[in-house]
């Protein structure tokens, strides 16, 4: 390969838009508008006509966006709060900082979002929160989810930083964007993700008027008039600059989406069929905006999975071609969360699938040639190492690694 294989192409994808971008930056520069300016207020409606929901409050980082929105909510001291461990660890880094416990449940084994079953199971008279994450670009299956919290009468936080613009499809045909259906939802725009700017940057969604103007006083140091504060606040404000980028890139988004569907549609087609590796099921009820493709090592317990799995990412690197492990231990083991109430083993699904996952490239700016070179370099390398398993002259670089030593 002459071009470098990217994670992301941030570069590329800026390059394509300079002569948009750029102006739009001169435009804030020559303003001297740089907190507060009139294009965070033009990006939030912007947004949130684009995504369906009456108030979209801006904010510094998408882990604001969940400190505020768990904040802003107003639980008991004693809260629990459900999240699942196989999610980044911001999602439940908030919940701790602000005094709650995290409840941690598993996931889907097929989607990687929140499984209902462990969800039900884990409600006790003090959860008073459901923090779905739509992880990878789809969504939770939200339907139910909000059923469940209607039952317990529990709030809902959406962690849709990595599934801005998935939609969600109802049993009776209505449908709504990840981040609109809950009490709250709660995003990023880190530069990796689908619609990302040049630094930090996020956002709050809500259709409550009252949780609109809470959020925003909360964002702004607890002031709705300066110097006048009514409740405890922070400072998280998203810069005039990056909403001037995004601005430009929310026009840009469905085309974004489109083209990291292909990338998808690509990887899914070739590595069909591909021994030992599975690609991302789809949601029956809600779309996929990719902002991770990420695989399963889908092997028999006969093999160690893990070193299947890193055995796999060293050879790619060795070709030139980049991966990332999207967990590669869940939260409920972390050191800052562990509990003796999550021993290893207790939470099996999110504890499988941080040895067996594997995100491939993908973005806005990837072309055949590279998606062939990837593609072809993942069969090969997994019928090389699987036919070792039963030739009779094994490679020593390869059988500690893929059988456990008490089947040699």
């Known amino acids: 390969m002459k071009r470098q294989i990217l994670m992301v192409d941030l570069k590329g994808q800026y390059d394509r838009l300079r002569n948009e971008i ?11 508008k740089f907190i507060n300016g009139s294009d ?40 629990e709060i459900i999240v699942p461990s196989f999610t980044y660890a911001a999602t439940v880094e908030v919940i701790s900082l602000l005094g709650f416990k995290p409840v ?7 989607t990687f979002t929140i499984d209902l ?10 959860t008073k929160l459901i923090i779905p994450v739509h992880l990878f670009g789809q969504c939770a299956e939200m ?3 909000l059923l469940i919290a209607n039952r317990y009468n529990l709030r809902i936080v959406e962690d849709t930083a990595q599934a801005i613009g998935a939609d969600y499809f109802f049993s009776d045909k209505r449908s709504a964007k990840a981040g609109t259906m809950g009490d709250i939802g709660t995003t990023s725009f880190f530069p990796s993700k689908n619609l990302g700017c040049y630094g930090d940057g996020g956002a709050l969604f809500t259709n409550d008027d009252e949780l609109a103007a809470r959020i925003k006083m909360m964002a702004n140091h607890g002031q709705k008039q300066k110097y006048y504060h009514d409740i ?19 026009q840009h988004l469905n085309e974004f989406t489109e083209k990291r569907k292909a990338v998808a549609q690509f990887y899914r087609h070739k590595l069909k069929g591909v021994r030992g590796v599975s690609t991302p099921i789809c949601s029956r009820n809600s ?7 990420t695989l399963k090592i889908d092997l028999s317990d006969r093999f160690n999975i893990n070193n299947v799995r890193n055995c796999l990412q060293l050879e790619l690197k060795n070709r030139g071609i980049p991966t990332m492990i999207y967990y590669p231990v869940p939260n409920h083991l972390q050191k800052a969360y562990y509990s003796d109430q999550y021993p290893k083993g207790s939470i099996p699904m999110s504890e499988k699938l941080s040895e067996r996952v594997l995100s491939l490239p ?9 998606l062939k070179y990837i593609t072809d370099s993942i069969e090969e390398i997994m019928d090389k190492m699987l036919s070792m398993v039963t030739a009779t002259k094994r490679d020593s670089r390869w059988k500690q690694t893929i059988l456990h030593t008490n089947q040699l």
């Open 117 to 126: 079953h462990d969800l039900r199971r884990q409600i006790n008279p003090k």
């Open 143 to 145: 339907e139910e989810i």
């Open 287 to 293: 779309t996929h905006v990719y902002n991770q493709f």
């Open 22 to 32: 750029d102006p739009a930056i001169n435009s804030v520069l020559q303003s001297g």
């Open 104 to 110: 941690f449940v598993d996931v889907n084994p097929h």
């Open 40 to 79: 965070v207020e033009s990006f939030a409606e912007e947004l949130a006509t684009w995504i369906g929901v009456k108030h979209v409050i801006p904010c510094a980082n998408g882990t604001d966006a969940l400190q505020l929105a768990i904040m802003a909510l107003e639980l008991p001291a004693d809260s």
């Open 362 to 370: 993908i973005h806005t700016e990837m072309n055949r040639i590279e």
């Open 232 to 250: 405890i606040g922070c400072n998280s404000r998203l810069d005039s600059i990056q909403a001037a980028i995004l601005r430009v890139k929310l």
